[in-house]
């Protein structure tokens, strides 16, 4: 026996983890993630609002399938540990992540974190720079979080139980040095590595492990070398998986999640066969195969394709998610229909229920191109509430600022920008322009 648990789940996609938490009435306890992703990406607050109240029924109708799009809030893979920070689960996060990806720079690590998580103390993303024992400390949701490798992670003690949760795409690696692409495992011996984590964490209240496969993050090649473990814990759980987790059988559907995984991989040729075939194959005519058909298309530079198969998707049902519509305003701006772009991308903000700042600082950009400075302003505004580190924001103020005269605030902006950003070099710049508007003004 690998781990020594209480409870154990296998599940098709990630976010599924949460439910069966919820089920445990978990609460405070510490989380070892051992993942080559950090879940933590913006949720809608009704789904807060699920945890928060245990209402696991809710929930499950809320929990979005990793590329099927609707215009209904949620969560999916991409977010759903952010759920459990934000509702007091989890009083402190352990990060495990492979080896090939380790942040050797905690600048890479502060811009990864500015983009993708929902909510998080400022000060505390501006001292992940200070490491110790091979570990990064920062605090999200009011939760303490520690990024460390599976060597640096110090052995848990006996008596207390904690979580364990397990993406099997930590043990796979990818490959793009080839025009193709290719896949590898990480570690020659897989089930060592599985022993040294199960030695590490010695006592598992709940241990749930994601396959991952819909999303193209571990080939189905890569599960015989899963077997030995994934079959112990299925023979825990085989009552007690979630029906809806089950992987479907339908051609077409298959030959989608295909085209998802080799898009993932930027194999665009062969996502773009995946995709007609699922097309061809498929007695319904689904949004969301046109929608993939529509970015594996603009990709490929093939613009009047991309444009086609956007109207083909918006003529579908349920296709009207705020995802959806700001790539789509995303494609159309590259396409030159820079009104029509920020018509989708308004239409994408009101859709928003995550209340996302890629949403908001997707149409501030827009709004720049167009030249529509107060405008672009308003939204950088928003876009501070749901980021306030967002550099790109604070600079887009300092700009139209300017371009009114107004000094004081220009400079102030130029100032936060210089103090939030990442980037050093841009840092340098932005606190030169703040000292010579403020010289003016004397």
Not at 143 to 164: G, K, M, N, Q, S
Not at 180 to 200: D, F, P, Q, Y
Not at 353 to 362: C, D, K, M, P
Request: aromatic fraction near 10%; proline fraction near 2%.
């Amino acid at each position: 026996m690998y781990f020594n648990s209480n409870y154990s789940y296998f599940m098709e996609n990630h976010s599924t983890a949460i439910l069966a938490w919820i089920k445990h009435g978990i609460h405070g306890m510490r989380c070892v993630h051992v993942d080559a992703h950090l879940d933590v990406g913006w949720v809608s607050n009704e789904a807060i609002r699920c945890v928060s109240h245990s209402r696991s029924d809710r929930l499950l109708g809320m929990e979005r399938d990793c590329f099927l799009h609707t215009k209904e809030g949620g969560f999916d893979v991409s977010c759903w540990l952010s759920l459990a920070l934000s509702s007091g689960m989890i009083r402190e996060l352990v990060w495990v992540i492979p080896d090939e990806l380790w942040f050797t720079d905690a600048t890479v690590l502060q811009h990864m974190l500015a983009k993708e998580i929902g909510s998080i103390n400022p000060d505390s993303l501006m001292q992940i720079g200070i490491q110790s024992n091979g570990r990064y400390h920062f605090v999200a949701y009011d939760v303490e979080i520690i990024v460390c490798r599976l060597d640096d992670l110090p052995t848990l003690a006996a008596t207390e139980p904690v979580i364990l949760d397990i993406d099997l795409d930590y043990f796979a690696k990818y490959r793009s040095s080839s025009s193709t692409g290719n896949w590898s495992l990480s570690w020659r011996n897989v089930e060592a590595l599985v022993c040294r984590i199960g030695e590490k964490v010695p006592r598992v209240e709940i241990l749930t492990i994601a396959a991952s496969r819909h999303g193209g993050y571990l080939p189905e090649s890569f599960y015989p070398y899963f077997d030995y473990f994934i079959e112990e814990v299925d023979d825990v759980v085989k009552n007690e998986v979630w029906d809806r987790n089950a992987i479907s059988v339908d051609m077409g559907y298959r030959m989608y999640t295909k085209a998802c995984g080799l898009l993932h991989r930027k194999r665009m040729h062969a996502a773009m066969t995946a995709v007609l075939s699922a097309i061809e194959v498929s007695d319904n005519e689904f949004g969301a195969y046109f929608y993939l058909l529509a970015v594996v298309s603009d990709a490929l530079g093939q613009r009047s394709a991309a444009e086609s198969a956007m109207e083909k998707a918006m003529s579908c049902n349920d296709m009207e998610s705020a995802q959806v519509l700001n790539d789509f305003a995303g494609i159309h701006c590259r396409l030159g229909n820079l009104d029509y772009a920020v018509e989708l991308q308004i239409q994408a903000l009101s859709a928003d229920l995550t209340e996302s700042a890629i949403v908001s600082g997707n149409l501030m950009s827009l709004y720049c191109r167009r030249g529509d400075w107060e405008s672009a302003q308003a939204m950088a505004r928003v876009t501070l509430l749901r980021q306030p580190f967002n550099s790109e924001a604070l600079v887009v103020i300092a700009t139209a600022a300017q371009l009114r005269n107004d000094r004081q605030l220009a400079a102030q902006a130029w100032r936060d920008a210089s103090q939030v950003t990442f980037d050093r070099k841009a840092s340098a710049r932005y606190l030169d322009r703040c000292s010579r508007l403020e010289k003016r003004m004397l």
